[in-house]
Nanobody, 116 residues
Framework: QVQLVESGGGLVQPGGPLRLSCAAS????????VNWYRQAPGKQRELVAG???????NYADSVKGRFTISRDNAKDMVYLQMNSLKPEDTAIYYC??????????WGQGTQVTVSS
């Protein structure tokens, strides 16, 4: 049984940093691509950042230069470092690990609110 548990969400002021963590269990973590998605109220879920098993990264244009995805295969952890946060970054953030359509897993989400 694969489980993903996110942590690190909360309320932060505009311009501030926040680091999200995702702990994975029950899988051969290192072979999966890892991703962070977000969903704001009234909007579709969108890919924020992704990293392949080989370490190649991609980012949504809206977060390039501000967010950094990383992984620690020894600890089965995924991170999202978010800097220079803006109110429009407010959303529920979801951790995802993906190998193929049958091996596609999601966390429960963590709320990030950027507000003064």
């Amino acid at each position: 049984q694969v489980q993903l548990v996110e942590s690190g969400g909360g309320l932060v002021q505009p311009g501030g940093p926040l680091r999200l963590s995702c702990a994975a269990s029950g899988s051969i973590f290192s072979i999966y691509a890892v991703n962070w998605y977000r969903q704001a109220p009234g909007k579709q879920r969108e890919l924020v950042a992704g990293m392949t098993s080989g370490g190649r990264t991609n980012y949504a244009d809206s977060v390039k230069g501000r967010f950094t995805i990383s992984r620690d295969n020894a600890k089965d952890m995924v991170y999202l470092q978010m800097n220079s946060l803006k109110p429009e970054d407010t959303a529920i953030y979801y951790c995802n690990i993906y190998l193929n359509r049958r091996n596609d897993y999601w966390g429960q989400g963590t709320q990030v609110t950027v507000s003064s």
